[in-house]
T-cell receptor, first 115, second 116 residues
């Protein structure tokens, strides 16, 4: 039973460029959430996708956008990269139809470095 | 606004001893869930234990237990019989509402080091 798969694992981009991160949720999960984790800090919620729509959004600028596909996989896009966007980006999947006592299943993350 | 506070940046424990990691939270929603996650150096967050706001008993999962004190808004994680593999970052998180949907808010974590 595959867990959450994220790609790529590492990425180096230049300021001003655009980046796309990808996530495949755990089998049976239909909801994908994206988090940004700066070094030494806890994850910060970016947004959540369910039924191909953004259901909830955190305090992130419009440069951050996403998409969910019919197979529940998701992409995170970041435009006009800033040095401060350097972080570990975590994808987490879940299923609202399941018992609420289940936590997220996380991927291993994408380490983005902006130079 | 929901908030999670973890006041211990780092903790040390001797192998085979128990350790308590502190977590306090703030919310105005009467229905919420509290979670603990473990993040090894590899980066992947691992779900450990869950406590619902209406649960009467403290949650337990193997060597993990959650000391839930609702009036004090605290949800401390207790790890019994610590093992070297328990060395990792530990995050407390909260999700408001009575469903499995919506965002979780995380604290800044506690780094646990288990000494042999």
């Amino acid at each position: 039973d595959a867990g959450v798969t994220q790609s790529p694992t590492h990425l180096i981009k230049t300021r001003g460029q655009q980046v796309t991160l990808r996530c495949s949720p755990k089998s049976g999960h239909d909801t994908v959430s994206w988090y940004q984790q700066a070094l030494g800090q806890g994850p910060q919620f970016i947004f959540q996708y369910y039924e191909e729509e953004e259901r909830q959004r955190g305090n992130f600028p419009d440069r951050f956008s996403g998409h969910q596909f019919p197979n529940y996989s998701s992409e995170l896009n970041v435009n006009a990269l800033l040095l401060g966007d350097s972080a570990l980006y975590l994808c987490a999947s879940s299923s609202p139809s399941r018992d609420r006592g289940h936590g997220y299943t996380f991927g291993s993350g994408t380490r983005l470095t902006v130079v | 606004a929901q908030k999670i506070t973890q006041t211990q940046p780092g903790m040390f424990v001797q192998e085979k001893e128990a350790v308590t990691l502190d977590c306090t939270y703030d919310t105005s929603d009467p229905s919420y869930g509290l979670f603990w996650y473990k993040q090894p150096s590899s980066g992947e967050m691992i779900f450990l234990i869950y406590q619902g706001s209406y649960d009467q008993q403290n949650a337990t999962e193997g060597r993990y237990s959650l000391n839930f004190q609702k009036a004090r808004k605290s949800a401390n994680l207790v790890i019994s019989a610590s093992q070297l593999g328990d060395s990792a970052m530990y995050f407390c998180a909260m999700r408001e509402g009575g469903t499995n949907a919506g965002k979780s808010t995380f604290g800044d974590g506690t780094t646990l080091t288990v000494k042999p």
